[in-house]
């Protein structure tokens, strides 16, 4: 049976760890070439070599997001090995928080929006017009449930993420009025276990200590569903609006929260977690 995107071309940013990795893994299970990008040069060739070994096809191609010339290089990279350009998942994002905004520096501030705003600029000016020229395609922006929704010691994080939101809708009517058969929707995580929570400068928010933050624990507390969400269940999004499953779907908010955007519920005494199917692979 064909895959979801078979003989698709996706680009992954901050495809080497976490919710890209797993966007990785899933779109070329369902038969895509991916480019998995990343400044991290150690784990992307290993999940290069792990997803070949399964049969897929991919190609790591180190990248800082935020540097301009380098998009450059990627986007021909790209077209030189694969020939086109048919999805891209604008991942790679960092969180720093800070007990109140006024202990923010700007450096911050500015490093913050330089990856998860910048970046996810770069990324739709440059590979627009490739996908343009080819049959269309789809554009994934990976925002966040903070894109939505304030969240307490992350006002920064909340500005670069509602930021995409809307970015996404725009390019999408844009894509729109050009009928260039391009889709633009943004993703909007809850709590997932990835270790970009171990990597969150905290400057002691919260509890008054620089402890690594515990997404379990968190989720526990704070979403309905009782448990962080996987990786993998934000991949399965995304190959969603990737594929043609959601041809009608653009300038969409895809929420996959354990049901934090919906409401408050008390978990009953003994209640316990949703289930996590097995995805495979
Ligand atoms: N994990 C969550 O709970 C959660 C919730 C909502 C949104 N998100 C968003 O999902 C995306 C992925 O996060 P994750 O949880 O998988 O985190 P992660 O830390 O596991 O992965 C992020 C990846 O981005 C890469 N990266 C960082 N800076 C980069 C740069 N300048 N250029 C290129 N790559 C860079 C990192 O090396 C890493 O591989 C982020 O945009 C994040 O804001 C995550």
């Not at 006024?102 to 998860?116: C, F, G, K, S």
């Not at 770069?122 to 903070?146: D, Q, T």
């Not at 009517?173 to 969150?200: L, Q, Y």
């Not at 624990?217 to 993998?232: I, N, V, W």
Request: with cysteine; proline share 5%; charged share 20%.
């Amino acid at each position: 049976m064909a895959g979801q995107v078979q003989g698709k071309v996706a680009l992954v940013t901050g495809g080497a760890s976490g919710i890209g990795e797993a966007v990785c893994e899933l779109l070329a299970r369902e038969g895509a070439s991916v480019a998995v990008t990343d400044i991290d040069e150690l784990r992307g060739p290993e999940l290069v070599a792990k997803i070949k070994k399964a049969g897929g096809e991919a190609t790591f191609l180190q990248q800082d997001v935020t540097s301009e010339e380098r998009w450059i290089e990627v986007v021909e990279e790209v077209v030189r090995r694969y020939g086109r350009l048919d999805i891209l998942v604008s991942n790679a994002g960092i969180g720093i928080g800070v007990p109140s905004i006024t202990q923010m520096t700007l450096e911050d501030w500015r490093r913050q929006t330089a990856i998860n705003l910048d970046g996810v600029f770069l990324s739709v000016k440059h590979c627009l017009p490739v996908m343009r020229k080819g049959r269309g395609g789809s554009i994934v922006l990976m925002s966040s449930l903070a894109g939505l929704r304030g969240a307490q010691s992350l006002a920064g994080y909340c500005a670069t993420k509602g930021g995409v939101r809307l970015f996404a809708k725009a390019i999408a009517m844009e894509c729109a009025s050009f009928g260039d058969g391009v889709r633009v929707n943004s993703v909007h995580p809850g709590i997932i276990d990835t270790p970009i929570w171990g990597k969150i400068p905290t400057g002691g928010m919260g509890g008054g200590q620089n402890a690594p933050i515990d997404p379990e624990e968190r989720a526990k507390l704070a979403t309905p569903f009782g448990r962080a969400g996987h990786a993998m269940e934000i991949a399965q999004g995304v190959l969603y609006l990737a594929s043609d499953a959601s041809s009608y779907v653009t300038g969409m908010e895809l929420v996959i929260d354990g049901g934090m955007n919906a409401g408050g519920a008390l978990r009953m005494p003994g209640a316990p977690a949703f289930p996590m199917p097995a995805f495979g692979g």
